[in-house]
């Protein structure tokens, strides 16, 4: 086999490995032990998640959650008059994963961080959600979900991993 042959045919298993790895990687968000998730959210009224009430609009989630995010209690942490601000606080996810069958709550601490131009507009910002308690098919869950704000669109990215017990 000449050396050009050699490299089609290593090139061509490689590739063959990566795409059946990734296809383990893609596991069903059902499947207990560690889960990727990523999507979007946006801010909607109470009429689209009436659950409860929430200190901001309830963000509506897209993605690998489907539900509702609320904010049960929050407290302003920084702010300078150059726009950083900072807030923590916590808050609840009431939906399923996206195969409509994983379903319950979660509950997560969170840290806001951003920067606000003068007029008041976001600039950037960003969260972290470490997981801290679950309840139905959420019981017990640990992980974290990162948001990061898209100020140009008012989405909610987000992205993040969790187990299952």
Same mark, same amino acid.
């Given at each position: 086999m000449s050396i050009s042959r050699k490299l089609i045919v290593n090139v061509l298993l490689a590739l063959m490995l990566f795409v059946s790895v990734s296809s383990v990687a893609a596991a069903p968000a059902s499947a207990r032990g560690n889960t990727q !998730? *990523?999507?979007v959210g946006v801010f909607v009224s109470t009429d689209e998640c009436p659950d409860r009430p *929430?200190?901001?609009?309830? !963000?509506?989630m897209a993605g690998g959650l489907v539900g509702c995010w609320y904010t049960d209690a929050y407290e302003v942490v920084l702010t300078t008059s150059s726009g950083a601000y900072q807030e923590r606080g916590t808050e609840t996810f009431i939906g399923?994963? *996206?195969d409509g069958t994983t379903c319950g709550t979660f509950s997560t601490t969170y840290k806001f961080t951003a920067r606000y131009a003068p007029d008041g507009s976001e600039l950037h910002g960003h969260c972290e959600h470490p997981l801290v308690s679950g309840t139905g098919d959420f019981a017990g869950i640990t992980g974290q979900v990162n948001f990061k704000d898209d100020v140009q669109t008012g989405e909610f990215l987000y992205e993040g991993h969790f187990q299952l017990p």
């Open positions: !998730i *990523s999507g *929430s200190v901001y609009p309830p !963000i509506k399923c994963l *996206s």
